[in-house]
């Protein structure tokens, strides 16, 4: 098992910048894709980013250019930096860890931490 701890949540305005974190724990050399996820209200969740080991990633279309993901392996821990952060990037973020051989990291779950974008 692998337990994920979010961190970094909050309120912000537009164009302001959070950093959101994610410690993993537990079995994590079963894991490979470490990611977010973000689900606003009354919508569904969405894959924002993914990161490999071998620090291969991925962002949806509607983050580029403006959120980075980066990871540190020894730390076992996995980084979202949100930059010129808009009102629509408001909602909960989850943590996701996935296990080799899977493409998306939604095998575990974090608690989900909070991201407010005021206008």
């Known amino acids: 098992q692998v337990q994920l701890v979010e961190s970094g949540g909050g309120l912000v305005q537009a164009g302001g910048s959070l950093r959101l974190s994610c410690a993993a724990s537990g079995d994590t050399f079963s894991i490979n894709a470490m990611g977010w996820y973000r689900q606003a209200p009354g919508k ?8 490999l080991r071998g620090n291969s990633t991925n962002l949806a279309d509607s983050v580029k250019g403006r959120f980075t993901i980066s990871r540190h392996n020894a730390k076992n821990t996995v980084y979202l930096q949100m930059d010129s952060l808009k009102p ?13 051989g899977r493409p998306e990291p939604n095998n575990y779950w974090g ?9």
């Open 44 to 51: 569904q969740r969405e894959l924002v980013a993914v990161i």
């Open 111 to 119: 608690q989900g931490t909070q991201v407010t974008v005021s206008s």
């Open 88 to 100: 629509e990037d408001t909602a909960v973020y989850y943590c996701g860890a996935g296990l080799w």
